[in-house]
């Protein structure tokens, strides 16, 4: 006889298979339900403004679909004050990748939580320092079909994992969720850790 697997715990609003599987790497089992909402930046708001208002949007939408506690988050790739997005082509991921080449961004993460406590949230800011990346690299790299939707044309988790040199802060975030605060914000609204061993 076949073991049931376990029950969800936690309502993901987001389709991201990268956040869905942080939080499996930390034994919370999901119901995935992602949301529509406008990601279109509003005038003069700031990148940390814009991830926590996106998060906060995101958990609240999710929220009226489960009775569960709700995750909704978000993450930009920011250069010179830049929000960059998923690249609509190859030009447009070879201009990300010319921008980060050779130099220090920030990765800008949110994490919203809705549950018992009202609505928790936090931002992680992580600095990631790129190498000098090459025309050839840059054109074999989107041949790969990797950056086609990835928030700055790259995938730390992936191939372009030999372009970083290093980070100063949180790998989890780069890749999708902050699990040291996200673990916090689950605890505060009773959403139990390791498969219910907290």
């Not at 992580?126 to 074999?140: H, Q």
């Amino acid at each position: 006889m076949s073991e049931r697997p376990p029950a969800a715990v936690l309502c993901l609003a987001s389709a991201s298979p990268r956040r869905r599987e942080l939080l499996a790497s930390i034994d919370v089992t999901v119901e995935v339900r992602p949301v529509d909402i406008d990601e279109t930046p509003r005038h003069e708001e700031s990148p940390g403004d814009y991830v926590l208002r996106l998060a906060r949007e995101k958990a609240t939408a999710g929220g009226r679909l489960s009775i569960l506690p709700t995750l909704g988050s978000d993450t930009a790739v920011v250069c010179d004050g830049r929000i960059l997005g998923k690249p609509a082509g190859r030009d447009e991921a070879a201009d990300m990748l010319r921008l980060l080449s050779g130099r220090a961004h920030e990765v800008l993460t949110a994490v919203a939580v809705t549950g018992p406590e009202g609505l928790l949230d936090a931002c992680v800011t992580t600095r990631v320092f790129m190498r000098d990346i090459s025309a050839a690299e840059m054109a074999a790299y989107w041949a790969t079909g990797e950056p086609a939707d990835k928030a700055g044309g790259y995938a730390i988790q992936g191939l372009a994992a030999i372009f970083v040199e290093r980070i100063e802060g949180s790998h989890s975030a780069v890749v999708g969720l902050p699990l040291f605060e996200t673990a916090q914000l689950l605890v505060r609204q009773g959403v139990p850790l390791w498969n219910g061993a907290f």
